[in-house]
């Protein structure tokens, strides 16, 4: 986690200035000079310093957001915060990084957070990587979901993050389709004892093809999405080591959706 000893050294003031810079420093208690953003540029020059900035940029974007999607419907509930808690977890966190999540959680709740400036930073960091800002997005959809059913204030707010980073309708509502799918239908709420199996219906959706495709299609479909969601090239894309654990599971939901497709068609 080297862009994490760059923030307990101080170093991101001096190279990530702009709104992500303001609300990292807030969350740390400091305030860094935004003339000086040029400065310490040279520790994150190269392929390896400007991944490190990426993930940084990443981390920053993903809590801050969480927290304003969570403001959204005007109440904080407790299940999004045990959605934030849960990527903490997942992240392998320590203490002082569960910390540093939290006020970042908070920074995006506070009616002074720049959502759009945060949001358009984050994709100039991500420098075109399509891939990296759909799995930013599927967190936030996954945490707008978190109660169980998607609040029309937390759909407004999601399409225009969508908006904002480039992101189409039929994106959004794919992505919707494959949260719904990996929470077990529409029907599913996380306090009911057991989700349901998905539908073939919303395995089609994660794959992102219709009933009609042919076998050919869901094969080339199925491939295309395992190699963008592949953890390893999502890391070096800029993803933190410590979200692999998602990337992960995102694999294995459209393995699971595509192996009920191939049953369901009798292919081998």
């Not at 969480?66 to 977890?89: C, H, P, W, Y």
């Not at 239908?185 to 495709?213: C, F, I």
Request: hydrophobic share 40%; net charge neutral.
């Amino acid at each position: 986690m080297a862009w994490w000893g760059k923030v307990l050294g101080g170093t991101f003031g001096f190279i990530m200035g702009g709104p992500l810079g303001a609300v990292l420093g807030a969350a740390l208690g400091h305030n860094f000079d935004k003339g000086f953003e040029q400065l310490g540029n040279a520790s994150w020059q190269g392929d390896k310093g400007q991944q490190q900035r990426t993930q940084l940029a990443f981390f920053t974007a993903t809590f801050a957001v969480l927290g304003r999607l969570a403001k959204a419907d005007g109440q904080v509930s407790r299940d999004e915060i045990n959605f934030a808690q849960t990527v903490m977890a997942q992240m392998q966190f320590d203490e002082e990084q569960r910390r540093l999540a939290r006020e970042l959680f908070n920074q995006g709740k506070s009616a002074e957070f720049d959502l759009d400036g945060v949001v358009l930073q984050f994709r100039r960091e991500c420098n075109r990587r399509h891939t990296l800002m759909q799995m930013f997005l599927e967190i936030q959809l996954q945490a707008a979901y978190a109660d169980g059913s998607l609040h029309p204030a937390e759909r407004e707010l999601l399409l225009h993050i969508f908006n904002l980073l480039g992101f189409s309708r039929h994106e959004f509502d794919h992505l919707e389709a494959m949260v719904r799918a990996v929470r077990g239908g529409a029907g599913y709420h996380q306090r009911s004892a057991e989700p349901s199996t998905p539908t073939l219906d919303e395995d089609y959706a994660v794959l992102d093809v219709s009933r009609n495709a042919s076998d050919a299609e869901v094969k080339k479909a199925y491939r295309r999405l395992m190699s963008q969601h592949h953890p390893d090239k999502l890391v070096a894309k800029g993803l933190p080591e410590e979200m692999i654990k998602l990337a992960t599971e995102k694999t294995q939901q459209i393995r699971k959706a595509y192996e009920r497709i191939k049953a369901a068609r009798g292919i081998r």
